[in-house]
Nanobody, 114 residues
Framework: VQLQASGGGLVQTGGSLRLSCATS????????MGWYRQAPGKQREFVAQ???????NYADAVKGRFTISRGDAENTVFLQMNSLKPEDTAIYYC?????????WGQGTQVTVSS
């Protein structure tokens, strides 16, 4: 299983980015999919998660600004990020969860300038 994250970049405060995560298998093969991020000098932290049959789940820091969704294709998950802040600067990792195993993508850098 491979996860390919893309869409990161440099954006000014208040701007938007849309991250994409393409998987090598149908996303419904997984229990859930999500996004985590890791800022320099900090631990990796939860951002958002989407699970079939449940409403999306978000970290408090991104609620109301970020939206996780599935694409029309059955192998893509998106993270729409609006009203970006400098503290959102991090490497964003796509992840997929299946019983007994987790899969991680390689990460995409998001930098928000003040």
């Amino acid at each position: 299983v491979q996860l390919q994250a893309s869409g990161g970049g440099l954006v000014q405060t208040g701007g938007s980015l849309r991250l994409s995560c393409a998987t090598s298998v149908r996303i419904f093969s997984f229990t859930s999919m999500g996004w985590y991020r890791q800022a320099p000098g900090k631990q990796r932290e939860f951002v958002a998660q989407i699970t079939t049959g449940y409403p999306p789940n978000y970290a408090d820091a991104v609620k109301g600004r970020f939206t996780i969704s599935r694409g029309d294709a059955e192998n893509t998950v998106f993270l729409q990020m609006n009203s970006l802040k400098p503290e959102d600067t991090a490497i964003y990792y796509c992840c997929a969860f299946a019983p007994g195993i987790n899969y991680w993508g390689q990460g995409t850098q998001v930098t928000v300038s003040s």
